[in-house]
């Protein structure tokens, strides 16, 4: 397999690959020898050349400052930013994503969404972090509403006014399955 | 007739009063109509006379499919049913409705585009086609079955290959709230009873012929590849219901549920959706799971599979199998349905013990969806629950009913949203047992009637969704605002119309949804946001129009208004467009017979202007504007008192709806005063002969 085949495979299951990963299958595929150091530059050539030759390959630094890769043609920048955004504070996490929602599209998304792939957030871990946002100045504009069903919904006063969530949020969860 | 594609070539005519088939070339007289509720309008216009009863011997039950049934092209198995309808009220007019499956394109193989019945058999019978040999059968050993045995009894007659559509025991009884259905679970409200007042228990097709693509084939299978690029999941949904490593965007509301992580569990080996990558065009069938979508996550672990109609890869009718409810109820552990049909059972109820989204209320579809695919009754886009609610939850049952048939009901059961009281009600309604059951059998309209209750009641509250002549709204104001309600108010039952919702709720980003509506519509105004209208503009009555001619052209083509038009798309290479020229490229292609999207639109129109044209000589009015496009009250009230047009609140301003209903005359060309199309729209679409009808009648504005 070759190294862009090998980032895209990876981008279409939703991961990120790690240099060493990619060094790791070219030893496997007898390219490069396992020794590090002594196949830097050889190894760093080669990935130019890939990233050079295909468009689609993105470079990403990790916190350490270490570079990842994936395909754009197989993951998407919202993907991306979300998987980005895990590796840091969850509470940033949230608090993003609930006000991308808010701004965008526009509405207020079901706490039980980060529940799901590809956030996996316990429902401990989400009513957690809620707590923490609701102390910390940077959040106050992650606010909630609950629906007649007993969903809560979740959204960022800045985008939308607290009426126009709650009755987005009611249509969410109850109006559009009776109106299906 | 060889020189187009498409049509099978022939109407098959059969009358029950004499026993009599005839045959006539479909091409020669209907090519203008192409098929569907084309064909249905156009042979009511010819054939019924005014002031008809849905029962009587004269009306007729036209089952029609277009062009398109029975190729390749996706979601063409749509079958139209043209009749007079027994639940509009107070005088039943014209209207279809639709019915999926694997009727439509059976019936094209073998050899028919329609078949049209009228008069009564003296007995019970059914219809017998094997491609051209059609017969009448005796039914008498059927009459009083179920959908479920009448399907298998035939079908024990006509082979596997038998697609059988049959009315149940509700439709004999003549309960004008009935189904006929075919394929287990696809069926088409408000027909069964005409059929049931015709002596006609059910239609057995075999077909073993095929349809003739008129065009080259290899741009045929090009131009199916290229339709199926832009399907989404069901009702066009674009976007799926999660972050997906592909989607730029997502949607918690989307129908488009399968992803990495969610399975179906009841498989015979667990099948995961997977992330079901737009361009992988084999997995299509693996993004919908409506059980999924309407009971929440548990109904992964109870999904088979989907299941669906002729050459669509969309599956909307998921099929689950729940052991519990067979346990306890003692039903089969499997059932499939999509929508109204999958919730029947469930929406009788206020909640369940253990909350909206639990197994009772999985065990209540079941439960339902058992009973009213069999019995045959419908729904009326869940009017019938909703009546039920609010007639139990106001006192009114109580007070209506004697004391010995109220308290032969457990009611206790039902408070607790216990499926089994379902066993209780519905057979009553089916058998029209008692008054309850009677009342809930008869339709909105008849119903308020017989228990001397206003309609204005009906229509004050949203909550009961009710609209006009006996039927709800049907993606109305609440979701779409101006657009909504003039496509409300346009048919004679809920107008079944996706065209405009299917956009609304394909889970874009409103700038995209705004700059796809620029280049449809011409103004990126002519959508809002739900619940953040803002006032009429010509962008909403062009979209209006828009939405109202697709639904007939998909009506009439075969293809399917729940998933159609394809304007919007899941690929980020387009931009996320469509193709507002699909249906015109398979017509053409299909059927030799060139035409343009433009082309094409107007002859939808003169399909719609047909309808309008039926229901003015029925209603013997030309006061369409006060008479037929009324509008609820509800629409103008907000609870909370928001001030209109203000973000959080769906009520319009009476004065801004005035002012939409006057910019949609004007867009058809139609009189603004009464509402009514003029000569020179008839003329215009093709219809002289239809105009001069209606000038003799005084009914031309």
């Known amino acids: 397999m070759d190294i862009a085949n090998l980032i895209r495979i990876k981008s279409r299951a939703g991961q990120l690959v790690l240099q060493k990963e990619i060094f790791q299958e070219l030893i496997e595929q007898k390219a490069l020898k396992s020794d590090y ?109 609950t629906t007649s069903a007993g969903a809560v919904f979740l959204y960022s006063n800045i985008h939308l006014d607290p009426g126009y969530a709650s009755m987005l949020a009611e249509w969410f969860d109850v109006g559009q399955f009776n109106n299906p | 007739m060889a020189k187009f594609g498409g049509w099978a070539g022939t109407v098959l005519h059969v009358d029950l009063s004499t026993g009599r088939i005839w045959a006539e070339d479909t091409v020669e007289k209907y090519k203008d109509y192409l098929g569907g509720t084309g064909i249905g309008y156009k042979i009511m216009w010819e ?47 014209v209207a279809s409705g639709h019915m999926g499956g694997q009727f439509a394109a059976k019936l094209k193989y073998a050899g028919y585009d329609a078949v049209v019945i009228k ?39 006509m082979g596997p290959e038998a697609v059988v559509a049959a009315i149940g025991q509700a439709g004999e009884s003549l309960v004008p709230m009935s189904v006929v259905m075919n394929s287990v679970s696809h069926s088409a409200g408000g027909i069964g009873s005409v059929m049931g007042s015709k002596n006609l228990k059910a239609i057995g097709v075999v077909g073993t012929g095929s349809v ?100 669509c890869p969309i599956r909307c009718h998921t099929m689950i199998k729940v052991p519990s409810a067979a346990a306890k109820y003692g039903i089969p552990e499997v059932g499939q349905n999509t929508c109204g049909g999958l919730n029947f059972g469930r929406s009788f109820f206020k909640s369940f013990p253990d909350g909206p989204r639990g197994m009772t209320n999985m065990e209540a579809c079941m439960v339902g969806m058992y009973m009213s695919d069999d019995y045959g009754i419908w729904c009326n886009y869940s009017q019938l629950q909703r009546d039920f609610q609010k007639l139990y939850y106001s006192g009114t049952i109580k007070s209506k009913l004697g004391e010995k048939e109220f308290k032969s009901y457990s009611w206790d059961k039902y408070e607790k949203g216990d499926p089994s009281f379902l066993f ?21 309209g008849y119903l308020l009637e017989r228990w001397s209750i206003p309609e204005k009641e009906w229509k004050k509250s949203q909550e009961l969704n009710y609209w006009k002549f006996g039927h709800p709204k049907h993606h109305a104001s609440e979701e779409a605002g101006q657009c909504g309600v003039i496509i409300n108010t346009q048919y ?69 208004n729940w998933m159609g038009p394809w304007v919007a798309s899941p690929l980020k290479e387009r931009g996320y ?24 639109d107007q002859v939808a129109e003169r399909i719609f202007l047909l309808h309008r044209a039926l229901t003015i000589r029925d209603m013997d009015t030309k006061e369409m504007r006060t008479q037929h496009d009324t509008i609820p009250e509800w629409v103008y009230d907000d609870p909370s008192h928001k001030a209109v047009y203000t973000k959080g609140t769906t009520h319009l301003d009476r004065d801004d709806v005035k002012l939409a209903m006057d910019m949609y005359y004007e867009e058809m060309a139609w009189d603004k005063k009464t509402g009514a199309p003029t000569s020179f729209a008839y003329q215009k679409a093709g219809l002289k002969k239809v105009a001069d009808e209606l000038t003799k009648k005084g009914l031309l504005p």
């Open chain 1, 37 to 145: 150091r002594e196949q830097k530059g050889k190894f760093e050539a080669i990935l130019k050349k890939t990233i050079e030759e295909n468009g689609d390959l993105k470079e990403l630094p990790d916190k350490d400052g270490l570079p990842r890769y994936y395909s754009s043609q197989f993951m998407s920048e919202t993907y991306v930013r979300i998987l980005l955004r895990k590796e840091e504070n969850p509470l940033m996490l949230i608090a993003e994503i609930v006000r991308e929602n808010s701004a965008a599209y526009p509405r207020p998304i079901p706490l039980d969404t980060f529940k799901n792939s590809p956030f996996e957030l316990t429902q401990e871990e989400i009513l957690a972090c809620l707590q923490k946002m609701s102390d910390q100045k940077d959040y106050q504009d992650i606010s909630q509403t």
């Open chain 2, 47 to 93: 054939e019924v006379l005014a002031g008809t009863k849905p029962y009587d011997p004269n009306n007729r039950i036209i089952f029609a499919v277009g062009p398109l049934a029975g190729t390749g092209a996706p979601c063409n198995g749509r079958t139209a049913i043209t009749t007079l309808w027994p639940t509009c009220w107070p005088v039943p007019l």
């Open chain 2, 119 to 157: 008069g009564r058999a003296d007995r019970p019978v059914w219809l017998s086609i094997v491609d051209k040999h059609v017969e009448i059968q005796d039914a008498r050993h059927l009459w009083g079955k179920g959908i479920r045995w009448t399907t298998t009894a035939i079908s024990q007659v």
């Open chain 2, 212 to 311: 003739r693509i008129a065009g080259n084939k290899d741009e045929w299978e090009k131009l199916i590849k290229y339709h199926l690029s832009l399907l989404g999941a069901n009702n066009q949904h674009v976007v799926p219901s999660s972050p997906q490593p592909w989607a730029e965007f997502y949607a918690p509301s989307s129908r488009w549920k399968g992803s990495k992580g969610r399975a179906w569990g009841a498989a015979p080996h667990p099948i995961e959706t997977g992330t079901c990558h737009p361009h992988d065009l084999n997995r299509i069938a693996y993004r919908t799971n409506n059980a999924a979508f309407f009971m929440g996550d548990i109904a992964w672990k109870y999904t088979v599979k989907g299941n669906g109609c002729t050459s």
């Open chain 2, 424 to 444: 209780e009600l519905v057979p009553r309604i089916a058998l029209k047992e008692g008054e309850l059951g009677t009342i809930l059998g008869l339709g909105t």
């Open chain 2, 492 to 560: 004679n039952r809920d107008p079944q119309c996706h065209s405009h919702v299917n956009f609304i709720r394909n889970g874009l980003p409103l700038e995209i949804q705004k700059r796809l509506a620029a280049e449809i519509w011409g103004s990126p105004d002519a959508v809002d946001g739900v619940g953040a209208y803002t006032p009429m503009n010509i962008g909403k009555a062009k979209m209006a129009k828009w939405s109202l001619l697709r639904k007939e052209l998909h009506d009439s083509l075969s293809l399917c």
């Open chain 2, 577 to 600: 467009r469509g193709d507002d020229s699909i249906e015109s490229m398979l017509y053409s292609l299909a059927t030799g017979d060139k035409k343009s999207r433009q082309e094409l």
